[in-house]
Nanobody, 127 residues
Framework: QVQLVESGGGLVQAGGSLRLSCAAS????????MGWFRQAPGKEREFVAT????????YYADSVKGRFTISRDNAKNTVYLQMSSLKPEDTAVYSC???????WGDGYSNAARYTYWGQGTQVTVSS
């Protein structure tokens, strides 16, 4: 069992930056592929970014590519999402997720691949 807790959300102006953190407990995070997803009011959950167990491989949604960076520190059992050049359309609840994967790939953009989810953190970008 893995418990995930997100932090770092808040209110920011368009063009600003935020760094989200996802702290894991219960199991060693290095055994898990990780992902970030978001859900805006009235919309379905959408994929944001995923990272392999080692952190060497990443994959992003086209909507955030070049603006967001996913990273991880397995020694700290934490995954990060650095968000820059934020836009009002980035406003959503952001959640991290963990999958006990053996081989990572861009298929981990699919939320169904993930077993464990955090409660989410709100990001609001004002125009």
């Amino acid at each position: 069992q893995v418990q995930l807790v997100e932090s770092g959300g808040g209110l920011v102006q368009a063009g600003g930056s935020l760094r989200l953190s996802c702290a894991a407990s219960g199991r060693t995070l290095s055994n898990y592929c990780m992902g970030w997803f978001r859900q805006a009011p009235g919309k379905e959950r959408e994929f944001v970014a995923t990272i392999s167990r080692s952190g060497r491989n990443t994959y992003y949604a086209d909507s955030v590519k070049g603006r967001f960076t996913i990273s991880r520190d397995n020694a700290k059992n934490t995954v990060y999402l650095q968000m820059s050049s934020l836009k009002p359309e980035d406003t959503a609840v952001y959640s991290c997720a963990a999958s006990n994967c053996l081989v990572w790939g861009d298929g981990y953009s699919n939320a169904a691949r993930y077993t464990y989810w955090g409660q989410g953190t709100q990001v609001t970008v004002s125009s």
